[in-house]
Each structure stands twice: as C-alpha cells, then as structure tokens.
C-alpha cells in the first residue's frame, strides 16, 4: 500500500442560496491535479436546491463532506 506523502490541502465552501455557482465551484475544485485534496462545503440552510446537488455529488465522489446548518441534513458528500 503506497501512502501520499503530500499535504493535505482542504478546500471549504461557504454557501448560502447558491446553487447556480455550486456546480462550477466543485467542478473546478475536482479538476485541480493536485493529488490530496479533500473539500468541505458547509451550507447556512440554502432552500434554492443546493442541498440537491450536494446530494447528486455525494453519490458520484465518496469523501466529500458536507455540512448544513440543519444538523439533519449532513452528508458525506469530496477526497481526491
């Protein structure tokens, strides 16, 4: 088993009602090439479908993590 052996860098997302700037927001963080990489995207209760599309990428990336401010809607949703 070889380790990583480069730091771990978190990328943590703010967001609030901010579903049209999401997907591109976690679509530029997948598309870094860096190799040890986890993000960490806290929602403040968004009601404009972001929830959704956390949900859509946490089935697609296992270890993204995702946390709302409702505490029954946290999810592991992001770990290169």
Same mark, same amino acid.
């Given at each position: ?6 730091? !771990?860098?978190?990328? =943590?997302?703010?967001? *609030? ?7 591109? #927001? =976690? /679509?530029? @963080? *997948? ?5 040890? =990489? /986890?993000?960490?995207?806290?929602? &403040? &209760?968004?009601?404009?479908? #972001? =929830? /959704? @599309? *956390?949900?859509?990428? &946490?089935?697609?990336?296992? &270890? ?7 505490? /029954?809607?946290?999810f592991?949703? !992001?770990?290169?």
């Amino acid at each position: 088993m070889s380790q990583n052996h480069d730091p !771990l860098v978190f990328v =943590i997302v703010p967001c *609030l009602n901010r579903a049209h700037y999401l997907r591109e #927001t =976690i /679509e530029s @963080i *997948l598309q870094q090439d860096y190799p040890n =990489i /986890e993000c960490i995207v806290i929602d &403040g &209760g968004s009601t404009d479908g #972001t =929830i /959704e @599309i *956390l949900k859509w990428y &946490g089935i697609i990336y296992q &270890g993204m993590f995702f946390k709302s401010k409702h505490p /029954e809607k946290v999810f592991r949703v !992001l770990s290169q």
